[in-house]
């Protein structure tokens, strides 16, 4: 049986992530959100969204191997500014079990509200 390999990484909230006033942690999240749609339309990311979670703040599978896919993460501006840690986990599918179609993915927080634009 063939396999087809993905990576998924985790999100981790630190224990010691800084203090940000509302601006500054909603400029972090719309930054983070512009990476997340730059690795999108790379062709890294095929699917990556946030989990409902204290610890764990965010999940992504990429098409990329495990250290590329933390090398990557780590570019985060989020995990830059110390907001988060990443755990990266190889993950195996039988072959075709997974696809992931065409989407665009949101740069801004003002996108996912509907606001982008007016």
């Known amino acids: 049986m063939q396999f087809d390999r993905f990576t998924i990484t985790l999100l981790i909230l630190r224990p010691d992530a800084p203090e940000l006033d509302e601006e500054a942690a909603a400029a972090l999240q719309d930054a983070h959100m512009a990476h997340l749609a730059d690795l999108h339309e790379a062709g890294h990311l095929l699917a990556a969204g946030p989990l409902d979670d204290e610890e764990l703040r965010g999940l992504s599978i990429?098409?990329?191997?495990?250290?590329?896919?933390?090398?990557?993460?780590?570019?985060?501006?989020?995990?830059?500014?110390?907001?988060?840690?990443?755990?990266?986990?190889?993950?195996?599918?039988?072959?075709?079990?997974?696809?992931?179609s065409p989407t665009r993915f949101p740069r801004s927080t003002a996108e996912v509200g509907g606001t982008e634009g007016r």
Do not use: H, N, T, Y
């Not at 098409?63 to 989020?78: G, Q, T």
């Not at 993950?91 to 992931?100: D, E, H, L, R, Y």
């Open 62 to 100: 990429l098409s990329v191997d495990p250290a590329r896919a933390r090398e990557l993460k780590e570019e985060d501006p989020a995990v830059r500014a110390g907001r988060f840690s990443v755990k990266v986990i190889p993950w195996m599918v039988p072959g075709g079990a997974m696809s992931f």
